[in-house]
């Protein structure tokens, strides 16, 4: 089985934690880039609205994989908004999907994993499990810190390998 790990990262966080999961899960790793990069007030407005922000062409091949696993910051309480350009776009048939997200809170982001299953159900896929980080906006999440919780994770969770 084929692993993909597909992120975005505005800050590095996200991208310290996917790869940590590609070296677990031995996957390849693709990552979202927006077409222009916004700044701090508008990605959060834009977040907020649930608007899906404009995304250089994906240049992976969604079909050759297996498992997905998907990752996001959580932007004003939601997925980023190139995320969400990644979920409408693509075609998850057949796909098992992992998501995994990075933030400042505590808090599970229950109505983030909800919404993100929602999309890639509603693209014929599955998501089989959910994760989350908490990060510090201060201070980058090293390697190592990723590395002891996405382990746990990925032990934890069932995919056919
Ligand atoms: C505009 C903006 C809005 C954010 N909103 C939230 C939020 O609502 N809840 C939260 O827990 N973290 C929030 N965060 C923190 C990020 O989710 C966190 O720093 C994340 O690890 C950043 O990932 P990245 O470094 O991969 O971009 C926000 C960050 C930014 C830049």
Do not use: C
Request: no cysteine; proline share 4%; glycine share 8%.
């Amino acid at each position: 089985m084929k692993n993909l790990v597909v992120y975005y990262s505005r800050s590095g966080n996200t991208e310290t934690v996917a790869q940590e999961i590609s070296k677990l899960v031995d996957g390849d790793v693709f990552k979202i880039e927006l077409v222009k990069p916004i700044g701090f007030g508008w990605v959060g407005f834009t977040a907020l609205a649930g608007l899906r922000g404009k995304i250089k062409p994906l240049t992976v091949n969604i079909k050759a994989y297996d498992n997905i696993f998907i990752g996001s910051p959580v932007w004003a309480g939601k997925s980023s908004t190139p995320v969400n350009t990644f979920l409408h776009e693509t075609d998850f048939t057949g796909k098992n999907v992992f998501a995994f997200i990075t933030q400042a809170d505590f808090k599970t982001p229950g109505s983030v994993y909800e919404s993100i299953a929602k999309r890639v159900e509603g693209n014929g896929g599955k998501v089989i499990d959910t994760f989350f980080i908490k990060t510090d906006m201060k201070n980058p999440l090293t390697p190592e810190q990723a590395k002891e919780a996405v382990s746990k994770w990925t032990d934890s969770i069932h995919y056919d390998k």
